[in-house]
Nanobody, 125 residues
Framework: VQLQASGGGLVQAGGSLRLSCAAS????????MGWFRQAPGKEREFVAA????????YHGNAVKGRFTISRDNARSTVYLQMNSLKPEDTAVYYC???????????????????WGQGTLVTVSS
């Protein structure tokens, strides 16, 4: 599975962005997906995850209520809708696909085998 993230950019605090992650390969629809982020000088952290079917989602505490993960298996794409952005949301955002098939949500980076190149989100105050 190859992943291509896009949609990052510069936005003012309180604004919104939608990230997209397009997957190639025929096994996208069978895999759980996740979004992670890495701020400058910090470790990569979990943002959100979605099951292979899209029926189950899980959002990290830092983004709960502001970000929403979703997927369109027909388009082999996973999205991250980000609202009410804060300066502390500034980071490189990565999408990732789980190693196995038919997985549920997972916040552990160890469960993800395929990673996109990242897209930079900068939130100004």
């Amino acid at each position: 599975v190859q992943l291509q993230a896009s949609g990052g950019g510069l936005v003012q605090a309180g604004g919104s962005l939608r990230l997209s992650c397009a997957a190639s390969g025929r096994t996208f629809s069978n895999r759980g997906m996740g979004w992670f982020r890495q701020a400058p000088g910090k470790e990569r952290e979990f943002v959100a995850a979605i099951s292979w079917s899209g029926d189950s989602t899980y959002h990290g505490n830092a983004v709960k209520g502001r970000f929403t993960i979703s997927r369109d298996n027909a388009r082999s794409t996973v999205y991250l809708q980000m609202n009410s952005l804060k300066p502390e949301d500034t980071a490189v955002y990565y999408c990732a696909a789980r190693l196995g098939y038919y997985g549920s949500t997972s916040y552990s980076q160890n469960d993800y085998a395929f990673w996109g190149q990242g897209t930079l989100v900068t939130v100004s105050s």
